[in-house]
C-alpha cells in the first residue's frame, strides 16, 4: 500500500468569521457568532471562550455569551472573501487547491525544492498568509490532503502526536511574528500513527460513525486496524474511502484550479470626487475597457457588483442584475443609482468616494446572447426605452408587477424595479382565509386615506370588540371632502394577522361602501379610525 | 354631410319617436365618418369589443390621444384589448392603478410597465415610453401648451402609439367618461359588490359631435366588460328613462341628490329606503 501524496494544507481558522467581520465592520476579537437556521454555524475566539460551540442554538449561545455579535452565515461572501487570499497564495505557490473557503491545499514536491525545506515552505506560506491580513494560519504537512488537514488543525494546540514535530522557526533566524507552533510537520510514513487517535468522525457520516461506536470502534486506529476487505464489505465504496483515508493512505491528490481571468476594475479617485456626475465622467473609461476585456473572451456580464468607499470610512456594496447584459453605459449608470438613490445626477453627496470597484457576478458567454439574424425583437426595443426612462428617474421609477399573497391590497401587489429579478413571496394562489371577494379595486391607494364615516346621528361609527357596529353608516366624507350619503354597504369584514407579533399585528376591519355618486370605496377602520384602501372606480 | 338621408334599416324600423330617429341617424353618421378617416393610414389597435361599440369608428386608433377621465376601470377596459393581443402597455403618474384588478381585467402583467412617480419630468418619461410602447396611459402633472400637445401628437402618429390620458389634454381626439355608475350586489348591511352599470359619455372631435352614450357593464359579473344590450329586459336603468331621450333621461338623475324623487322609485333596491331616512 503505497501512503499518500506528500501535501501542505494551509488552514486560515475561523474564516467564516474573520471574512464576516471584515463585511461588517467589527472587531474579529470581539465574541461573534454566525448563525445558519438558527444554529451557530462558527464563532470567534472570544465568544468560544464564553462557552459557545458549533450547532448551539441562538438562544444558548447568547446565554452563553451575552455581548455576543450575531450575523447570518453567508457562504458567498465566504468564497469571495477568500479570493484575494487565493489568489496572493497562487503568487508564491503554484496549483492551489480550495478544499473550502480558509483551507488551501497544494503538492508539497514544488514549494519544498524551491524553498529548500518543509519549514522553509510553511514558513514562506505563512508570511505571505500574514501579508493577506490572515492572522494566525496554520500550516500542516503530512502524506494526503486530509492528514495534512488534521496536521494543520493540531498545529498551535499543542498536541504532538507520535512523531511529528511543531517547529518554532529557523532557530537562526527567529524572525518576529512567527508564533510557535504554527506549523506541523508529520514526518513521511508516519501519516497513519499521527491520525490513529483522532475521533472516528472525521471520517465517517453520522450514521456511519454511530454504527462504529456501537461497534466500539472510536477513533481512527482503531477503525484503520480493521481488514480492509471486510470494511468494504461492510460499508461499500464509501466506507473503504474513509478507511483509506483513516488509515493514512489516500489516494486522492490535490487538483490544483485554473485561476480564473480576472475582469474586476478598481478605481481610486485622488482627490475624492464628491459629486456624482464627476464619478460617472472619471469611471467611464474603466467602464468601458471593463466590458471590452470580457467582450475579448467572449463573454458577457448579467449581473455585476459595485462597492464603493467614501473618505469617511463608509463602505457600501451591491449586486445588479441586468434582464439581458451589461453595456458600459448600463455599469456607469448602476453605480449613479447606488450613490444617488432617487436623488438627482448633479446632487452632492454626503461623503467623497474613495475607491470604486466592479465585480462581475454573473458572465456568460455570448452565444447564449447573440442577436437573431433580423436583429433584436420587439421586447429589445423595449428595453432600451424602459432603460431610458430609468436613467432618467432612477432605478426604482420604472417598475414592473406581479401578484403576491397577503390578505392587504398593498401586500398584494409586488413592484419590482425594472430588470431586477421579482423577489421570492408567498404564494398569491394561497386560500388567504379574509382576503378579499374576486372584484379587486382599481385604485389601490398607496397611503390611506383618512375618511369620515358617521351615522344618522353625526357620530362616527364604530366596531366594538365583539365586531359588531354602533350604528349603521349615513354617510361618507373622504380626505376631508363634502360628506355624501351612504348608498349600501356592508361589513365588518374582520382581518385579524400576525397577532403573535406586537410590531407587526394587525387588526382591522373592512367595509365595502358605495356613496351616493355611485362611487364604491373599500373602507378599512382600525384603532386610530377610518380609512380608504381602494376605490372600486 | 348636411342633409342626413335616412338610414335605410331606419325606416323599417319606424315606430320609434321622432327623436330616436334622429339619435339612430347621427350614430350611423358617426360610424360613417369614423370609417372615412381623416388622417391616412391610422390603424386601428385591438380594443375590447365591450368598449368598441362605445367608440367612434369602433376601435382606438394609432396615434390618436384619447381622454379617459375618472375611471380607472375603464381605463383598464382600454388597456385590456391591446393588451391581450400581445401588446406592451405602460401606466405612468398614477400611483394607485391597481395591479391585481389590472391582471383580473385581462391585462398581462409580463407585459405592463408602471412609472408610479415620474414627478415634474412626466411629460419627456411619456414621450420616452411612447417611443417603444404602443399604448401609454398618462395623468398629466400639471397643464399642457396646446403647441407642446400638438408637438406631441405628431410623435404618436409617426410611432403609431395610442395615448389615453386620465386628465385635461388640449386637442384630444376623443373623450371618454363615465355619466353614471350604479353597484349591485350590495345591499345596505349585507352582499358584496358585484357588478356595476355605467354609462359612458363620448365627446370628440369631429367626429362625434354632440356627444354619446353607451351603456356598459364595468365589471360584469364574471370580471369582464360587456356592453349592455338597449333592447334587453329593462335594467335599473332603463326603467327611468322616458322613452327616446337621453338628455332628459340622465338630467333628473343627477339632480337627485338635492331632493328625493318619486320617479326613483323602481331604481336602485336601496334608494327608497335612503329617501325614507334623509326625509
Not at chain 1, 98 to 120: C, I, K, N, Q, S
Not at chain 1, 427 to 456: I, K
Not at chain 2, 5 to 28: K, N, T
Request: neutral net charge.
Amino acid at each position: 500500500m503505497s501512503a499518500g501524496v506528500r501535501t501542505v494544507v494551509l488552514w486560515c481558522p475561523d474564516w467564516p468569521v474573520l471574512a464576516a467581520c471584515r463585511e461588517h465592520g467589527i472587531d474579529p476579537a470581539l465574541p461573534v457568532a454566525l448563525t445558519e437556521k438558527g444554529l451557530v454555524h462558527s464563532c470567534s475566539p472570544a465568544a468560544r471562550r464564553d462557552g459557545v460551540t458549533r450547532g448551539l442554538r441562538l438562544r444558548e449561545a447568547q446565554y452563553r455569551s451575552t455581548a455576543l455579535a450575531v450575523l447570518e452565515y453567508d457562504a458567498a461572501l465566504d468564497h469571495r472573501a477568500f479570493e484575494p487570499v487565493v489568489r496572493g497564495i497562487e503568487a508564491i505557490v503554484p496549483g492551489v487547491q480550495v478544499l473550502r473557503p480558509g483551507t488551501l491545499a497544494m503538492r508539497a514536491r514544488g514549494p519544498v525544492r524551491y524553498y529548500g525545506g518543509e519549514d522553509a515552505a510553511a514558513w514562506a506560506l505563512l508570511e505571505a498568509a500574514a501579508g493577506l491580513g490572515v492572522a494566525g494560519a496554520r500550516v500542516g504537512i503530512a502524506d494526503g490532503p486530509f492528514a495534512a488537514e488534521q496536521a494543520a488543525r493540531a498545529a498551535g494546540t499543542g498536541r504532538s502526536v507520535g512523531a511529528a514535530r511543531a517547529t518554532t522557526g529557523d532557530p537562526a533566524d527567529p524572525a518576529p511574528g512567527r508564533s510557535p507552533g504554527a506549523v506541523l510537520a508529520v514526518p513521511p510514513g508516519d501519516s497513519a500513527a499521527f491520525l490513529a487517535p483522532l475521533p472516528v468522525s472525521l471520517v465517517a457520516d453520522a450514521r456511519t460513525t454511530t454504527l462504529l461506536h456501537r461497534l466500539g470502534v472510536r477513533t481512527l486506529g482503531e477503525f484503520a486496524a480493521l481488514p480492509d476487505d471486510d470494511v468494504r464489505r461492510r460499508f461499500g465504496a464509501a466506507g473503504a474511502f474513509a478507511h483509506d483515508r483513516a488509515a493514512g493512505r489516500e489516494r486522492s491528490r490535490v487538483a490544483p484550479r485554473t485561476p480564473p481571468p480576472d475582469f474586476e476594475v478598481e478605481q481610486h479617485f485622488e482627490p475624492p470626487l464628491e459629486r456624482v456626475d464627476q464619478l460617472a465622467f472619471a469611471f467611464r473609461v474603466r467602464a468601458e475597457e471593463f466590458i471590452e476585456r470580457m467582450r475579448a473572451v467572449r463573454l458577457v456580464c448579467t449581473g455585476i457588483r459595485v462597492e464603493l468607499d467614501d473618505e469617511r470610512g463608509g463602505h457600501s456594496s451591491r449586486s445588479w442584475l441586468h434582464p439581458q447584459w451589461f453595456t458600459p453605459a448600463d455599469v456607469v449608470d448602476r453605480v449613479r443609482w447606488q450613490l444617488q438613490g432617487s436623488g438627482t445626477a448633479d446632487a452632492g453627496l454626503e461623503a467623497a468616494i474613495v475607491r470604486l470597484r466592479i465585480v462581475p457576478e454573473r458572465v456568460d458567454s455570448t452565444g447564449n446572447h447573440e442577436e437573431g439574424l433580423w436583429g433584436g425583437g420587439p421586447d429589445e426595443r423595449v428595453h432600451h426605452g424602459l432603460t431610458r426612462v430609468q436613467s432618467m428617474l432612477g432605478h426604482e421609477g420604472v417598475v414592473t408587477a406581479a401578484i403576491g399573497g397577503g390578505r392587504m391590497l398593498a401586500d398584494r401587489q409586488v413592484l419590482v424595479p425594472w430588470g431586477d429579478r421579482a423577489p421570492e413571496r408567498a404564494a398569491a394562489g394561497a386560500p388567504w382565509p379574509g382576503s378579499l371577494p374576486a372584484l379587486a379595486p382599481a385604485s389601490v391607494f398607496r397611503e390611506r386615506l383618512p375618511v369620515a364615516l358617521v351615522d344618522a346621528e353625526a357620530a362616527p361609527v364604530a366596531v366594538d370588540a365583539r365586531g359588531a357596529i354602533s350604528a349603521p353608516p349615513a354617510s361618507l366624507a373622504v380626505g376631508g371632502g363634502r360628506a355624501a350619503p351612504v348608498r349600501a354597504w356592508a361589513g365588518p369584514w374582520p382581518v385579524v394577522e400576525r397577532w403573535w407579533d406586537a410590531d407587526r399585528a394587525r387588526r382591522v376591519h373592512r367595509f365595502q361602501v358605495v356613496d351616493h355618486d355611485g362611487c364604491a370605496w373599500l373602507l378599512v377602520r382600525d384603532g386610530e379610525g377610518w380609512w380608504a384602501e381602494a376605490r372600486y372606480d | 354631410m348636411t342633409a342626413p338621408r335616412p338610414a335605410p334599416d331606419g325606416a323599417i324600423a319606424s315606430e320609434p319617436a321622432p327623436a330616436a330617429r334622429l339619435e339612430r341617424v347621427e350614430e350611423l353618421q358617426a360610424r360613417i365618418r369614423g370609417m372615412q378617416a381623416t388622417r391616412l393610414d391610422t390603424r386601428a389597435v385591438p380594443t375590447h369589443p365591450a368598449l368598441a361599440s362605445v367608440l367612434p369608428g369602433g376601435a382606438l386608433r394609432e396615434g390618436a390621444v384619447v381622454q379617459v377621465e375618472g375611471s380607472i376601470t375603464l381605463l383598464m377596459a382600454a388597456l385590456a384589448g391591446p393588451s391581450r393581443s400581445g401588446r406592451w402597455v405602460a401606466v405612468s403618474g398614477i400611483p394607485e392603478f391597481g395591479v391585481e384588478a389590472a391582471a383580473r381585467f385581462g391585462i398581462d402583467l409580463e407585459r405592463l410597465v408602471l412609472v408610479p412617480d415620474p414627478g415634474g419630468q412626466w411629460l419627456t418619461v411619456a414621450a420616452a415610453l411612447a417611443d417603444v410602447i404602443p399604448v401609454v396611459a398618462v395623468r398629466p402633472a400639471g397643464r399642457l401648451a396646446p403647441a407642446e400637445a400638438s408637438r406631441f401628437a405628431a410623435r404618436l402618429r409617426q410611432r403609431g402609439a395610442l395615448l389615453l390620458v386620465d386628465g385635461d389634454w388640449p386637442g384630444s381626439d376623443a373623450r371618454l367618461e363615465l355619466e353614471r355608475s350604479d353597484w349591485t350586489g350590495l345591499e345596505r348591511g349585507h352582499g358584496h359588490l358585484a357588478e356595476r352599470e355605467v354609462v359612458v359619455r363620448v365627446t370628440g372631435r369631429g367626429e362625434v359631435g354632440r356627444g354619446s352614450r353607451r351603456r356598459l357593464r364595468l365589471p360584469a359579473g364574471d370580471l369582464g366588460f360587456a356592453a349592455i344590450d338597449e333592447a334587453a329586459a329593462p335594467s335599473a336603468i332603463r326603467a327611468v328613462e322616458p322613452v327616446g331621450d337621453h338628455e332628459a333621461a340622465i338630467a333628473p338623475e343627477r339632480g337627485e341628490a338635492d331632493g328625493p324623487t318619486a320617479a326613483s322609485a323602481p331604481d336602485v333596491v336601496h334608494r327608497p329606503e335612503f329617501a325614507a331616512r334623509a326625509s
